[in-house]
Nanobody
Framework: VQLVESGGGSVQAGGSLRLSCAAS????????MGWFRQAPGKEREGVAK????????YYADSVKGRFTISRDNAKNTLYLQMNSLKPEDTAMYYC??????????????????WGQGTQVTVS
């Protein structure tokens, strides 16, 4: 399975972006998917995850209330709606899929497969 992110770009503070992560195949065999980000000189941060079967979601405190993760199973696509963007949200954003045993710790351990990333810049 290959994951391809899109939707990044430059936006002013307070603006919005929607990231997409298109999978080349059905990802329902993975227990969960998530979004991660990494800014230059900083460690990777897991920002949101969604469980495949239940659709339950979890967010890092840094994005809670501003970001929304969702998925369209028919399109094999994961989304991240980002509102009220702040300069500190500037980073490369990656999507990842995790097997079931990884889902509880997905945002700290990372996924089993990754996309190539899309840049988000907030000024």
């Amino acid at each position: 399975v290959q994951l391809v992110e899109s939707g990044g770009g430059s936006v002013q503070a307070g603006g919005s972006l929607r990231l997409s992560c298109a999978a080349s195949e059905d990802t329902s065999t993975y227990g969960c998917m998530g979004w991660f980000r990494q800014a230059p000189g900083k460690e990777r941060e897991g920002v949101a995850k969604i469980w495949t079967n239940s659709g339950n979601t979890y967010y890092a405190d840094s994005v809670k209330g501003r970001f929304t993760i969702s998925r369209d199973n028919a399109k094999n696509t994961l989304y991240l709606q980002m509102n009220s963007l702040k300069p500190e949200d500037t980073a490369m954003y990656y999507c990842a899929a995790g097997i079931a045993t990884r889902c509880r710790s997905l945002l700290t351990l990372g996924g089993n497969i990754w996309g190539q990333g899309t840049q988000v810049t907030v000024s």
